[in-house]
């Protein structure tokens, strides 16, 4: 048996994570955190969020349980440069939710399976309760999209998601 030695440059031999500088902990972002006060002012309050924004310009995409009350709700918001460029206004979507849906992961879950229907599937019955909390949600991100979005999405910035994440690191 001939044994083969092969010379390995040492760079090679760093982790990659330590290579290309990419954080070895991935951190919880939170949108809705910098909400709490509107929020707790209609009565809702945040049981889960789940928050994913994509590389480059920053797309957006937001899951959450929301509560008022008796009431469980999911909230579906997507926004990014791309959308309000060529599709028009964020989406804003409050949805229901099925026995076991208990977390945002779970909504988001259902959400990646049916992409094309989990609006249908998910639409709540009484669609004057849908209406008003949509109303009340779209303030909400409005306010949020002015301060803590807005000039990301203006300004075409390359580096928008990288910024995003980093103003949206939750506390």
Known sequence: MKTLIINI?????????DYWDVPEQEYEISLL?????ELSKIGYSVLSEKVEVCSGAGAMTLTAILEKKDLRFGLYIHDGPK??????????WMLGLLPGMNSADDLRNFILTYPHDFGTLLA????????RKEAK??????FL?????KDLYDTDLSSAADVLRERLRKN
Not at 9 to 17: A, E, K, N, Q
Not at 33 to 37: C, D
Not at 83 to 92: A, E, M, V
Not at 145 to 149: A, L, Q, S
């Open 33 to 37: 955190q910098f909400a709490k006060e």
């Open 124 to 131: 709540p019955e009484n669609t004057m309760l849908k209406d």
């Open 9 to 17: 440059p040492p760079y090679l031999l760093v982790p990659m994570s």
């Open 83 to 92: 959308q309000r460029k060529s599709r028009g206004p964020p989406i804003i």
């Open 137 to 142: 949600l779209k303030k909400i991100y409005t």
């Open 145 to 149: 999209y002015n301060t803590k979005i």
